[in-house]
């Protein structure tokens, strides 16, 4: 059974650091696209990164909102997909999921990787609050 189980949600203050953890298993094809999206209270789900499993430079995409705040990593070794919150604000407090395309996918445009719609497989979800 394919399964994403998401960790390191918490609380901090503005301007502090916090790393979220997506832990993937059941995946029988090598190949992936993972992502990361958020859900604030009565706000829309957004998709903030996104990595394949040719995990060069050019295969990672990032929304405007968390460029350069945000870095997608993934370490396939422990089937593992990273993303560090760094210079975290207010209005990044919501509920992070990370999803899953858990096979070879490609996409004609690579800004539609934070379209949650392709993805398959779904975590439950980690809080994050950042408040003073």
């Known amino acids: 059974q394919v399964q994403l189980v998401e960790s390191g949600g918490g609380s901090v203050q503005p301007g502090g650091s916090l790393r979220l953890s997506c832990a993937a298993s059941g995946f029988t094809s090598p190949y992936y696209t993972i992502a990361w999206f958020r859900q604030a209270p009565g706000k829309e789900r957004e998709g903030l990164s996104c990595?394949?499993?040719?995990?060069?430079?050019?295969?990672?995409y990032y929304a405007d909102s968390v460029k350069g705040r945000f870095t997608i990593s993934g370490d396939n070794a422990k089937n593992t997909v990273y993303l560090q919150m760094n210079n975290l604000k207010p209005g990044d407090t919501a509920i992070y999921y990370c999803a899953a395309i858990p096979r070879y996918h490609t996409f004609a445009v690579q800004a539609m990787c934070l379209t949650g719609h392709y993805y398959e497989i779904w975590g439950q979800g980690t809080q994050v609050t950042i408040a003073s």
């Open positions: 990595i394949n499993s040719n995990a060069r430079d050019g295969n990672r």
